[in-house]
């Protein structure tokens, strides 16, 4: 069926909107609040809307981001089309000046003051990356694989704001812009580049963890990472290139230089293993160029590409974990298990998974939960707010709360796939790469499984930027929605 160019101006756009969502977003929002007073409460029989607690302001906001909500449902959806470059500009502007003018809190200059409110810009960014990503892909002949510019136009979209909220020290929040790569891989990106993300973080984690532990002159994280690449090379060439060939013989390859290396050790000849290393996975790749001109392989190159960039890498992670911030090494070396830091880094986290053990299966009851009412678990009412629903609601209202995130996220999942417009459907999957981004790290961060790198759960942590910013990236969301009904058929 072809749609027409004519508009239906009878009938409200509140008529099309997906109103399962929005029942979704009421009990997320309002269930966020209730968390929010149990985490503040003290036995003092406060209202849960006194605007001294943290569920009254919360309530506030919840009322601020409604209303703008309800104005952004009822706005022409071509007005979001045709002002998403400008609307993207004017947030660049600002986490810009943000730089600059916002005051140092807690070592980051990420929150503009005005007056008894603070904004933090950086939650306004995600909306206005994912209109501008919409609108790129949305235009004329636009594919990405086209060219290599199309790559570049979307790629300066999306690291802009992770550049600028980088310098304005608020790691966690830039790097849930990094989620967006999966709107790239959804609009046509090789799923190579994911398999190569996943190989880094692997690759970075394996060479932190064991750096500690000499193995062959090396440390046994870098001699791990040395033959996971290995074999990663021997299995491209299997399944990628579909060579069995070339498979084969880089495998007999590296298994023999592994026995003569063995044998020497045997003899006591000392081998430097990164020298070892190096030189076989070097070998291999001589081999791999003279049979891709030889056979015409050409997905060979994509494997030599892949090996060469891998052993950069390895030599960069020691340099780029050293740039980090002392703290944050610290994080990550909680997290790894590498050290223990329960009094110190890892004090927030130790507390959290106790709150959360000590709720059991059915939990305390609301506004039960000592370990809540005694401040145990410092910013129990923002990024560990999920701790005070473990302890109090337990497991099973855990499990509910976790399966709600799971129907809204399935619920945009179909909305977006349902869209007429590649506008529509790329800002879909932006909004849920955010979500699902925000969900997995902060509960990962909560129990222990992610470094603590300052990630609010949706709807529930404490915040008004942070409501107010997902509100208007969910109802920016339903408006588009209810757009593809609006032309007459």
Known sequence: ?????????????????????????????IAGAISIYAASYQFDNANIFEFSLFSGKQFMWIGISVIIGFCILLLDRRIYDAYAYPVYAFVILILILTIFIAPNIKGSHSWIVLGPISI?????????TALALAKLFSGYNFSLNKSFSNYLKAGIIIVLPIILIILQRETGSALVYTSLIFVLYREGMSGFVLFAGFCAVLFFI??????????????????????????????????????????????????????????????????????????????SIIYLLI??????????????????????????????????????????????????DIRGVGYNVNQSKIAIGSGGLLG????????????????????????TIGEEEGFIGSTFVLLVFLTLILRLIHIAERQRT??????????????????????????GLCPVIGIPLPFFSYGGSSILGFTILLALLLRIDASRREYVN
Request: aromatic share 16%.
């Open 1 to 29: 069926m072809q749609l027409r160019t004519a508009y239906n101006n009878n009938v409200s756009p509140l008529h099309y909107i997906d109103w399962f969502t929005v029942v979704i977003y009421a009990f997320l929002v």
């Open 291 to 340: 049979a891709m001109f030889r056979e015409n392989i050409n997905k060979a190159l994509v494997t030599i590409i892949f090996a060469v960039t891998s052993v950069i890498f390895l030599f960069s992670v020691n340099y780029a974990f050293g740039k980090l911030e002392s703290y944050q090494q610290l994080r990550i070396k909680v997290t790894l298990g590498i050290e223990d």
């Open 364 to 387: 305390k009851g609301l506004l039960n939960g000592t370990q809540t009412k005694l401040k145990y678990v410092p910013e129990q009412h923002t990024d560990f707010i999920f701790c």
């Open 422 to 447: 590649i506008f529509g459907r790329v800002y879909a999957y932006c909004v849920i790469s955010f979500f699902i981004f925000h969900l997995a790290i902060n509960i990962g961060m909560v129990i």
């Open 120 to 128: 933090q810009p950086a939650e306004f960014g995600k909306f206005a």
């Open 206 to 283: 394996v060479a932190i963890k064991f750096t500690e532990i000499a193995f062959w002159s090396i440390t046994l994280g870098e001699a791990i990472v040395f033959i996971t690449i290995m074999l990663l090379i021997v299995a491209m060439l299997f399944i990628y290139c579909r060579s069995f060939e070339l498979g084969r013989n880089t495998a007999i390859g590296y298994i023999a230089c592994g026995i003569i290396a063995a044998t020497m050790s045997y003899f006591g000849i000392d081998i430097n293993g990164t020298i070892f290393f190096i030189s076989v996975i070097a070998a």
